[in-house]
């Protein structure tokens, strides 16, 4: 378990949680930006009233971590672009691996 003040990203019991927040109408979906907050923002291609929103979110999510979206939960705000995501199986370690490999992680 990461103990580090500076840490963005949550242990979670077997794995970790990440907040996100969504930019919909997005050119191309992909990881925007980690806000100072270490929320993730994510733009994704879908208009805002899409219902398949939440869906195409954790297929993104699965195959940037490269694991099974049945990993994936969504603990709080479906259906609303700021979302609290569990992925099992993932550690906090490698969340912030993957993350700043694609976009810098505030300190």
Request: proline fraction near 5%.
């Amino acid at each position: 378990m990461t103990n580090s003040k500076n840490n963005r990203f949550h242990d979670a019991k077997s794995g970790s949680a990440i907040t996100v927040s969504l930019h919909l109408n997005a050119k191309v979906n992909k990881v925007e930006k980690v806000l100072p907050d270490g929320t993730l923002q994510i733009g994704l291609v879908n208009p805002k009233e899409d219902p398949a929103v939440d869906a195409d979110l954790i297929k993104f999510l699965s195959n940037l971590f490269d694991v099974p979206s049945n990993r994936f939960e969504i603990i709080s705000g479906k259906n609303t672009s700021h979302k609290l995501i569990s992925i099992i199986g993932v550690s906090v370690d490698q969340v912030q691996q993957i993350i700043g490999r694609l976009v810098k992680i505030p300190s």
